[in-house]
C-alpha cells in the first residue's frame, strides 16, 4: 500500500506532466484530452481530501477522548475551555495569532495560548476578538486580575459584547464578588442576543447560587440550562450536586446517569461516575 507522502508525490508528478504538456506545440490539438486529464485529477484529489477530512475528524475525537481520560484539571479550567470551544474559528477573522491561541485555549495550550493572543494584541491594540480570548485564556491560568483588566478594556470598546461580559461573571464569581457576577450574567441573559453566552450565563448562575447555597435558585438555573443546551454535561453534572444537597438522591442519580449517557469518556461524567459510587456506597 501506497504511503500518503508517495501518493502526494504521484499527484505532484501529474501536476507537473499536464502543466508541460499545456506548455507544448500542441497543446490546443490536445486540449480535449488534456481537460479530460484535468477533470481526472480534480476529482481524484477531492475524494482523497474528503477521506483526509474524515480522518482529521476522528484524530480529534481521539485526541478528545485521550484529554478526557488524562485530564488533572480543576473544574474551574474545564468550564471555561467548554464555553470557549463554542466559539467558531471563522468567526475569528483572518489574524493568525488570534486562530492560534482560540485553538491552543481548545488544546489546553493556555500558556501558548496567552503569547499568541498577546502577540495579536500588540499589532492591534483594539481587536475586541483577540482581547476576549486572551480575558478567557487569562481566567484558565487563574490569572484573574489581568483577566478582569482585559474584559473592562473590551467592554469599554464594545458595551454589548455578551461573551466578554460572560467571562467577566465568571471572574467575579471567582473572585467570590457574587453581586456583580450576578449583575453581569443576568445582563448577558437578558440582552439574548448571543445564544451560547446566554447559556453558559445560566450555568455559571448556577454556578454562583450553589456556592452561595442558595439551592433552589442554582436548581432553576441548571435546569434552564439543560433545557437551553440539551448536550451541555455540567450543567447535569452539577444539578445533581444541587439535588444532592438537598437530599433527593434519586433525583442526583438520574441527573449524574445522564452524564454518562451523554459522553462517558468526557471529564464531568467520569466526575459524576464518583459521585454515583459514593452515593451508592453510602446507601450500604
Known amino acids: 500500500m501506497a504511503t500518503l507522502s508517495e501518493l502526494v508525490n504521484d499527484f505532484q508528478g501529474?501536476?507537473?506532466?499536464?502543466?508541460?504538456?499545456?506548455?507544448?506545440?500542441?497543446?490546443?490539438?490536445?486540449?480535449a484530452r488534456l481537460e479530460q486529464e484535468?477533470?481526472?485529477?480534480?476529482?481524484?484529489?477531492?475524494?482523497?481530501?474528503?477521506?483526509?477530512?474524515?480522518l482529521h475528524d476522528s484524530v480529534k475525537s481521539l485526541i478528545?477522548?485521550?484529554k478526557s481520560t488524562a485530564v488533572s484539571d480543576d473544574e474551574s479550567k474545564v468550564m471555561i475551555r467548554s464555553f470557549v470551544e463554542t466559539m467558531r474559528t471563522d468567526s475569528l477573522g483572518s489574524s493568525t495569532y488570534v486562530a492560534e491561541g482560540w485553538n491552543q485555549i481548545c488544546?489546553?495550550?493556555?500558556?501558548?495560548a496567552i503569547s499568541s493572543l498577546s502577540n495579536a494584541v500588540k499589532l492591534n491594540p483594539n481587536d475586541t476578538r483577540a482581547l476576549g480570548l486572551l480575558g478567557w485564556a487569562y481566567s484558565y491560568q487563574g490569572m484573574y486580575d489581568d483577566g478582569l483588566a482585559?474584559?473592562?478594556?473590551v467592554l469599554q470598546l464594545e458595551p454589548n459584547?455578551?461573551?466578554v461580559r460572560n467571562n467577566l461573571g465568571f471572574i467575579s464569581f471567582k473572585k467570590g464578588i457574587f453581586g456583580e457576577a450576578i449583575e453581569h450574567l443576568s445582563r448577558v441573559i437578558k440582552s439574548g442576543k448571543d445564544r451560547p453566552a446566554v447559556l453558559y450565563a445560566h450555568y455559571y448562575l448556577g454556578l454562583v447560587y450553589l456556592e452561595r447555597q442558595m439551592l433552589d435558585d442554582a436548581m432553576f438555573f441548571f435546569s434552564k440550562a439543560t433545557v437551553l443546551g440539551p448536550n451541555l454535561i455540567e450543567a447535569y453534572y452539577h444539578l445533581g450536586q444541587v439535588y444532592y444537597h438537598k437530599k433527593m438522591y434519586g433525583a442526583a442519580l438520574k441527573e449524574w446517569e445522564k452524564c454518562l449517557k451523554l459522553s462517558p469518556h468526557n471529564w464531568w461524567a467520569k466526575k459524576a461516575a464518583?459521585?454515583?459510587?459514593?452515593?451508592?456506597?453510602d446507601e450500604v
Not at 482585559?150 to 478594556?153: A, F, G, I, M, N
Request: net charge positive; proline share 2%; hydrophobic share 35%.
Open 161 to 163: 459584547n455578551d461573551a
Open 64 to 66: 478528545d477522548q485521550y
Open 14 to 31: 501529474k501536476i507537473a506532466s499536464i502543466q508541460q504538456a499545456l506548455k507544448s506545440p500542441d497543446a490546443k490539438t490536445q486540449s
Open 150 to 153: 482585559v474584559c473592562l478594556k
Open 107 to 112: 488544546s489546553g495550550e493556555f500558556e501558548k
Open 274 to 281: 464518583e459521585q454515583i459510587e459514593l452515593l451508592k456506597n
Open 38 to 54: 484535468i477533470r481526472s485529477l480534480y476529482r481524484e484529489i477531492a475524494v482523497g481530501l474528503k477521506h483526509l477530512n474524515a
